[in-house]
């Protein structure tokens, strides 16, 4: 198994799997599964949640999901920015992603393909992106740090080791 992205919906921990291709609800944070469903293509890398559907990108297809609720049913898709979309947050009005190839972080427009923002990573693989309600993180599976930014931005506040080698996501509850 190999998890590769987390979401939170207030209650639940959300969690997908790029190697059994599903995605899972917990009960609560916990390792109790409530509920699970076939990812919408073969390789999940990242979810957020907008506060009422989940978001799911997919490293093999670069293509964004938005789920109705927390299903497999499907609302709407649309090319990533980029090429390997990896990690996905939502700050309560736009989504923001990263791409593990351009080593980029967009900022979009709402929940749709219209990027209004994007700065470099602060380093080589961002994989993996939380919203703090003030600031954006990120994590990298090649430095294995955590980046606190300043706001959305390529500034950076803080950053400290990960406690694992290969960070696959991140979220805040």
């Known amino acids: 198994m190999r998890p590769s992205g987390l979401a939170f919906d207030g209650t639940n921990l959300i969690s997908c799997d790029w190697y059994a291709n599903r995605i899972y609800k917990h ?6 599964i409530t509920d699970s469903f076939a990812s919408p293509a073969s390789t999940a890398t990242g979810l957020a949640f907008d506060g009422t559907n989940l978001i799911s990108c997919d490293y093999d297809t670069d293509k964004i999901y938005k789920h109705s609720g927390i299903s497999a049913t499907i609302l709407d898709s649309f090319s990533s920015p980029a090429n390997i979309p990896t990690g996905l947050a939502f700050d309560g009005t736009n989504l923001i992603s990263c791409d593990n190839i351009t080593d980029k972080i967009y900022k979009h427009s709402g929940i749709s393909a219209t990027i209004t923002d994007s700065f470099a990573s602060p380093s080589s ?4 992106l939380a919203f703090d309600g003030t600031n954006l993180i990120s994590c990298d599976n090649i430095t294995d740090k955590i980046y606190k930014h300043s706001g959305i931005s390529a500034t950076i506040l803080d950053s400290f080791s990960c406690p694992a080698t290969n960070p696959y996501g991140l979220t805040f509850g």
């Open 27 to 32: 009960s609560g944070i916990s390792a109790t």
């Open 125 to 128: 693989r961002p994989f993996g």
